[in-house]
């Protein structure tokens, strides 16, 4: 019912997903789905969240429930039917020549189509339990989006993915000092800072993020994040590493090719030395 190639399975492109499935069928009564990190609360001790994803926060304002698999012949129904659609749908792309995400998501829809005209089984209750989805598009972005409370410290600051908010000074914002605000991130990088519904202005400080070696990263979007670590890695000028020769000042001699010189038969350096031996003689 609906399908997106996307580079990595995060909570914003399942939120892509979601958004262009209620567009077209309307609010299902609830999702079947494994138990991804995504769609569920993997520790029982989590603090934040009340207890939901982020997924599962907005499948809850949307009124709709969520059912994982609870037994591995349930997840195997899922298991069986992806591997089928991804042996057919690769072999489909490469008679279609497509070889980019953006065509690939363009032949998606027609994909679909083509494969329930063939495939699809008349249910037994013919009946469309979608239900309408009666939202302003302003309401479903709002839904469809990264949403968490930051506490804001005495300084009207507070911490964001390894960035520092700081909060314009306003007769709102001074009575928030020991508050917590709610942040509501989108997918196009997007971030409002509200508080009772209104947006907070704001600056923010520390644009240049880093990934240390002690960043936990998540297996599926392993990829996108040495793709930005190589990006930020090419941006900086790279440093020169002086060898320990050259941190003592230690000059090469100049050496031909082939075999080293003899010097004790050079023609030049007997002469030099006949002609000391000659004035040591004299001398004495």
Known sequence: MQLRFVRSESAF???????????????????????????????????????????GRALCELNI???????????????RMNRTLQDRLVKELRLS???????????????????????????????????????????????????????????????FERQRIMLEETEVTRSLVGRYVETYAYADGRLDVRWKGHSLPYSVFDKDQRVTHAAITENKR?????????????????????SNSDKNGYVKRARGPGRRRDFTSDPAVIARRKKALSSLDAAE
Do not use: W
């Open 13 to 55: 492109t399942y939120f892509e997903a979601l958004d262009l499935y209620l567009k077209r069928h309307g609010a299902p009564i609830a999702f079947y789905s494994d138990k991804h990190s995504v769609f569920r609360v993997a520790k029982k001790d989590a603090r934040g969240g009340q207890g939901m994803t982020q997924f």
């Open 65 to 79: 429930e969520i059912l994982c698999a609870n037994s591995s012949q349930a997840k195997g129904r899922v298991e």
């Open 97 to 159: 020549g497509i070889d980019s995400m953006e065509a690939g998501n363009a032949f998606l829809p027609g994909f679909v189509e083509d494969y329930n005209a063939r495939f699809a089984i008349i249910p037994a209750r013919p009946d469309d339990l979608h239900r309408p989805l009666n939202l302003a598009p302003d309401r479903l972005t709002e839904i469809l989006c990264k949403r968490e409370q930051r506490y804001v410290g005495s300084q009207l600051t507070f911490s």
């Open 222 to 242: 392993l990829g996108d994040v040495l793709a930005y670590i190589k990006e930020r890695q090419d941006q900086q000028a790279k440093p020169k590493v002086k």
